[in-house]
T-cell receptor, first 111, second 112 residues
Framework: QKEVEQNSGPLSVPEGAIASLNCTYSDRGSQSFFWYRQYSGKSPELIMS????GDKEDGRFTAQLNKASQYVSLLIRDSQPSDSATYLC???????????FGKGTTLSVSS | GAVVSQHPSWVICKSGTSVKIECRSL??????MFWYRQFPKQSLMLMAT?????????EQGVEKDKFLINHASLTLSTLTVTSAHPEDSSFYIC????????FGPGTRLTVT
């Protein structure tokens, strides 16, 4: 059974700190990896996608992928209270197929 | 960026009635659309995969006769919850794919 595991949290960090979110996946055939942010009562919003090993940076966000360890992470630098949300890790085997979601990690950034 | 809309954003209906939810990709053509359901404090659960012009593929445990999906065009998919019951109350979210997936804003269904 294909699974995506995340620590549910909550992860609490002070404003300005680095938040580190982690995710592991079970299917070695997974090809695409995504991080979504979901505010309470809203639908998920795509933050980052990553397809190859290594780091990918976009503004304050850095996604890291290690296929050998079946591990993907998201770093949020200079965390802001507005970053407080649930972060969902998702993977799929190929483009156009359904995403498999983790249960999400709740991040709380205190001012 | 890619925009996906859903209508209605929320709906309250009585037990036994049917509700239709529309999902539209506004600025791109989506060969595949997905329907998810999310209960409070839980992650998204895939209900079905919908390809334009063909029958939807339902996940195990999802009743295809209860959750009717129609994908009539490359920009529109509909989900009809038939004979709704209170346990069908949930947040229904569609996503459209042109490679990456983009989510609609969701529809909150409450069945009384």
């Amino acid at each position: 059974q294909k699974e995506v595991e995340q620590n549910s949290g909550p992860l609490s960090v002070p404003e300005g700190a680095i938040a580190s979110l982690n995710c592991t996946y079970s299917d070695r055939g997974s090809q695409s990896f995504f991080w979504y942010r979901q505010y309470s009562g809203k639908s998920p919003e795509l933050i980052m996608s990553i397809y190859s090993n290594g780091d990918k940076e976009d503004g304050r966000f850095t996604a890291q992928l290690n296929k050998a360890s079946q591990y993907v992470s998201l770093l949020i630098r200079d965390s802001q209270p507005s970053d407080s949300a649930t972060y969902l890790c998702a993977v799929n085997l190929q483009a156009g197929t359904a995403l498999i979601f983790g249960k999400g990690t709740t991040l709380s950034v205190s001012s | 960026g890619a925009v996906v809309s859903q209508h209605p954003s929320w709906v309250i209906c009585k037990s036994g009635t049917s509700v239709k939810i529309e999902c539209r990709s506004l600025d791109f053509q989506a060969t595949t659309m997905f329907w998810y359901r999310q209960f409070p404090k839980q992650s998204l659960m895939l209900m079905a995969t919908s390809n334009e012009g063909s029958k939807a593929t339902y996940e195990q445990g999802v009743e295809k006769d209860k959750f009717l999906i129609n994908h009539a065009s490359l920009t529109l998919s509909t989900l009809t919850v038939t004979s709704a019951h209170p346990e069908d109350s949930s947040f229904y979210i569609c996503s459209a794919s042109s490679g990456e997936q983009y989510f609609g804003p969701g529809t909150r269904l409450t069945v009384t």
